[in-house]
C-alpha cells in the first residue's frame, strides 16, 4: 500500500499562495488517481481536486475552480496542489489520497469508503 506524508501548509494571508506537497512511498504512486480532500473544524471532510494515474485528466470542487492546480511528478512520486486567491473559507486540514484500485479514475463524486492510503495532514489557515 502507498504511504503518504503531506507538507507545504501554514499560516496566510487572504489573497496569499500556498503550494502543498503529497510525497509517495513507491513507484505503484504512479498506477494510481491522487485525490486532495479538506476537513474544516465541525464540518465533514470534503473533495477538493483530483488527477488521473497519467496526469491527463483533473478535476475540482466547484468553490475552487480556477484558483487551485492539481498536478503531479510521477518520477518523484509526489502530487501537488497549488493553491491561489486563497481565502479564510479555505481554512481546513489538508489530505491527499490514493484510490484504492489502480488505474481508476477520482471524482468528485466518489465515495471517501473506496479511497485507499491517506496522508495524516497539513493545516492551512488563511487570515482576512
Known amino acids: 500500500q502507498v504511504q503518504l506524508a503531506e507538507s507545504g501548509g501554514g499560516l496566510v494571508q487572504a489573497g496569499g499562495s500556498l503550494r502543498l506537497s503529497c510525497a509517495a512511498s513507491g513507484r505503484a504512486f504512479r498506477s494510481y488517481s491522487m485525490g486532495w480532500f479538506r476537513q474544516a473544524p465541525g464540518l465533514e471532510r470534503e473533495f477538493v481536486a483530483a488527477?488521473?494515474?497519467?496526469?491527463?485528466?483533473?478535476y475540482y470542487a466547484d468553490s475552487v475552480k480556477g484558483r487551485f492546480t492539481i498536478s503531479r511528478d510521477n518520477a518523484n512520486y509526489v502530487v501537488y496542489l497549488q493553491m491561489n486567491s486563497l481565502e479564510p473559507g479555505d481554512t481546513a486540514v489538508y489530505y491527499c489520497a490514493t484510490h484504492s484500485r489502480p488505474y481508476t479514475t477520482l471524482l468528485p463524486t466518489t465515495t471517501q469508503g473506496v479511497l485507499g492510503s491517506w496522508g495524516q495532514g497539513t493545516q492551512v489557515t488563511v487570515s482576512s
Open positions: 488527477i488521473t494515474w497519467s496526469g491527463t485528466s483533473t
